[in-house]
């Protein structure tokens, strides 16, 4: 995941929200489950970033964040 572009911080705050989701929604171990496997990133593809973001947005009501992309490869 590290090699494809997403930082240590953006991976703490992808935890921290499936975190927060669990605790506000999960009422069993299953719940809980499932939704960390709903909160899985697809690193074969560019967008795992967006991914992250849009799974923290569609599921806490979080404020939009837009994230830039270095030029740098």
């Known amino acids: 995941m590290f090699d494809r572009g997403i930082t240590n911080e953006q991976f703490n705050s992808h935890l921290e ?3 927060k989701l669990i605790e506000a929604k999960a009422k069993t ?3 809980a489950a ?3 496997r709903d909160a ?3 690193t074969a ?3 795992h970033i967006n991914a992250a973001l849009n799974f923290a ?3 806490l009501a979080l ?3 837009r994230v830039e992309r ?3 490869q």
């Open 57 to 59: 947005a569609d599921n």
């Open 17 to 19: 929200t499936i975190a």
């Open 63 to 65: 404020p939009e964040v």
């Open 70 to 72: 270095s030029n740098q």
């Open 29 to 31: 171990v299953a719940d």
């Open 45 to 47: 593809k560019e967008e």
């Open 40 to 42: 899985k990133i697809d």
């Open 34 to 36: 499932q939704i960390v």
